[in-house]
């Protein structure tokens, strides 16, 4: 599976933006999805994660309530709806799929990753 991140930009703090990450490969649909983020001079973190099926998600305590996971297995794409963007959002962004969901919040779980989309919020 090879994953492509997209959609980032320069957006203003309390401004929404949308990221999108697109897979080939036919099995993508059976894949757990995650999004990471990596601030500058800080180690990437997780963000949230869908379920191969979309009926199950989790969310960082910091995105909570902000920003939205969504997957379209028919167009192999995840999304992360991003809303009430922060200065402190401000990171590379990028998407990961693996085989389980569990411990879906470490990255030693997911086996491929996109190159990563940079989202900047300015104050």
């Known amino acids: 599976v090879q994953l492509q991140a997209s959609g980032g930009g320069l957006v203003q703090a309390g401004g929404s933006l949308s990221v999108s990450c697109a897979a080939s490969g036919r099995t993508f649909s059976t894949y757990t999805v995650g999004w990471f983020r990596q601030a500058p001079g800080k180690e990437r973190e997780f963000v949230a994660v869908i379920s191969w099926d979309g009926h199950s998600t989790y969310y960082a305590d910091s995105v909570k309530g902000r920003f939205t996971i969504s997957r379209d297995n028919a167009k192999n794409t995840v999304y992360l709806q991003m809303n009430s963007l922060k200065p402190e959002d401000t990171a590379v962004y990028y998407c990961?799929?693996?085989?389980?969901?569990?411990?879906?919040?470490?990255?030693?779980?997911?086996?491929?990753w996109g190159q990563g989309t940079l989202v900047t919020v300015s104050s």
């Open positions: 990961a799929a693996g085989d389980h969901y569990y411990d879906t919040d470490l990255e030693d779980v997911y086996d491929y």
